[in-house]
């Protein structure tokens, strides 16, 4: 099986880039190319359909497979451009996405850039209640960019695993080969948690910093804003 995308086929990294791009390279594992989107959109739909917060959000949406995939290729296409996506293997039976701290924060130019603000548009049409239920994220990234200030760190923007290989350990797979990397690079690694996933993280070292109520619709859903320093003795 073949691992490593052809060059042609990786997203053109920004100068910075060149740099950090060996730092974090996954060599067992499968890097996504923009080829990747369109299932990796397919992916996430089925992963997140069952997650708590996103049932309560999309309660009034006629086509939820379709808005799921739309919302979920904003952030794929970011990682894309800015970070790292992996995958346990081509198949993508569970991707993760890593956004470097210095271009962890998606603000609309950097949404351009990389193709996924057009989505917006889109989901105004399709799920124009989804995209207005969910304005309450912006509460997390507010959080992170104060609470991790002057630090370094990768901010896993998103873990998923298909529901078909979900309980099979791909997901701790997929951090605990990047724990290896953040350890030796001594940068911490940041995510934000749910109810349906806080424990999961928890499992693996992250220790929560803040815990903030998400008004999605007319529910105050919990939510864990976590990070995992590095392993010193590494």
């Keep these: ?9 990786l997203p053109k990294l920004t100068p910075d880039y060149v740099e950090k791009a060996p730092m974090f390279e996954l060599n067992n594992f499968y890097r996504l190319s923009n080829k990747d989107i369109k299932k990796a959109t397919e992916v996430y739909a089925r992963a997140y359909s069952k997650i708590t917060l996103y049932e309560k959000a999309l309660e009034d949406v006629e086509d939820k497979s379709l808005v799921l995939k739309l919302f979920f290729e904003i952030p794929i296409r970011f990682g894309l451009k800015y970070g790292f996506l992996y995958a346990s293997s081509e198949q993508l039976e569970g991707i993760s996405i890593w956004i470097p701290y210095e ?25 124009k209640k989804f995209l207005a239920s969910v304005k309450g994220f912006s509460q997390l990234d507010k959080d992170r960019h104060k609470n991790m200030a002057g630090k370094q760190y990768l901010h896993l923007m998103s873990l998923a ?8 350990g791909i997901a701790s797979k997929l951090l605990e080969v990047m724990f290896e990397k953040t350890d030796i690079c001594g940068y ?9 996933n806080v424990d999961f993280y928890k499992k693996h070292g992250f220790k929560v ?4 109520n998400i008004k999605i619709k007319n529910y105050d859903l919990a939510n864990w804003e976590m990070v995992r320093n590095p392993n010193k003795t590494t």
């Design 1 to 9: 099986m073949k691992m490593n995308n052809d060059l042609d086929n």
């Design 103 to 127: 271009k962890a924060d998606m603000n609309m130019w950097r949404m351009i850039r990389s193709g996924g603000f057009k989505n917006t548009f889109k989901l105004a049409k399709s799920g």
């Design 161 to 168: 695993v298909d529901p078909e290989y979900q309980r099979k």
């Design 188 to 196: 911490s690694i940041y995510v934000s948690a749910d109810i349906d």
């Design 209 to 212: 910093i803040k815990e903030v």
